[in-house]
């Protein structure tokens, strides 16, 4: 089955140790997005990538930087985690064929946690 | 600016009673409306879409949902909950741009009792 698959679905690192999230997607997809949502509230839209055309929202801490390397792989980098990016990072694509509407498919997250 | 309200945060429900979660939009073109479940520790599943057309949405899992224009809203609606349907549950309307931005909701906690 097509998919958006995140790796790893827990992921420990240490405070201000760098970590890298990783996302892939068979659904061959043009836009994908990085979310972060913490316990209770909505998903939070960190950035997304329109093909190669990376669009960071103004509110995202420069800490948060993103890859992607061809269509099928996208990946967050977090440069020096904090306390507070504690989270569940949700990864998500959908096709924009100058549609507009289109759904949002998404991954199962992984669940960040700081030491 | 596009905005989603879920006025109720939690809904506690009986297994096999009716289940309607309210949304209400606020959009100055016409909107795209989706409907989104999270179980525990999961990624969001899609579980219906209104673009156009008929105003009554046929969803996965049972579920339906109705798009009212005159009130903003977008409810969804299951005539029988099933102990499986407790999780959290996303409005999301989208931007009417090429690369679809999403504006959720806060979500509604929904739990099924026995």
């Known amino acids: 089955d097509a998919m958006v698959i995140q790796n790893p679905r827990y992921q420990v690192t240490q405070f201000g140790k760098p970590v890298t999230l990783s996302c892939s997607q068979t659904l061959n997809h043009n836009v994908m997005y990085w979310y972060q949502q913490k316990s209770s509230q909505a998903p939070k839209l960190l950035f997304h990538?329109?093909?190669?055309?990376?669009?960071n929202e103004a509110d995202t801490p420069d800490n948060f930087q993103s890859r992607r390397p061809n269509t099928s792989f996208c990946f967050l980098d977090i440069r020096s985690p904090g306390l507070g990016d504690a989270a569940m990072y949700l990864c998500?694509?959908?096709?924009?064929?100058?549609?507009?509407?289109?759904?949002?498919?998404f991954g199962d997250g992984t669940r960040l946690s700081i030491l | 600016a596009q905005s989603v309200t879920q006025p109720d945060i939690h809904i506690t429900v009986s297994e096999g009673a009716s289940l309607e979660l309210r949304c209400n939009y606020s959009?100055?073109?016409?909107?795209?409306l989706f409907w989104y479940v999270q179980s525990p520790g999961q990624g969001l599943q899609l579980l219906l879409k209104y673009f156009s057309g008929d105003t009554l949405v046929q969803g996965i899992k049972g579920f339906e949902a109705e798009f009212k224009r005159s009130q903003s809203s977008f409810n969804l609606r299951k005539p029988s909950v099933h102990w499986s349907d407790a999780a959290e549950y996303f409005c999301a309307v989208g931007a009417g741009n090429s690369w679809g931005k999403f504006q959720f909701g806060a979500g509604t906690q929904v739990v099924v009792t026995p």
């Open positions: 990538y329109y093909d190669k055309d990376f669009n």
């Open positions: 998500a694509t959908s096709v924009s064929l100058g549609e507009v509407g289109q759904p949002q498919h």
């Open positions: 959009y100055g073109a016409t909107p795209y």
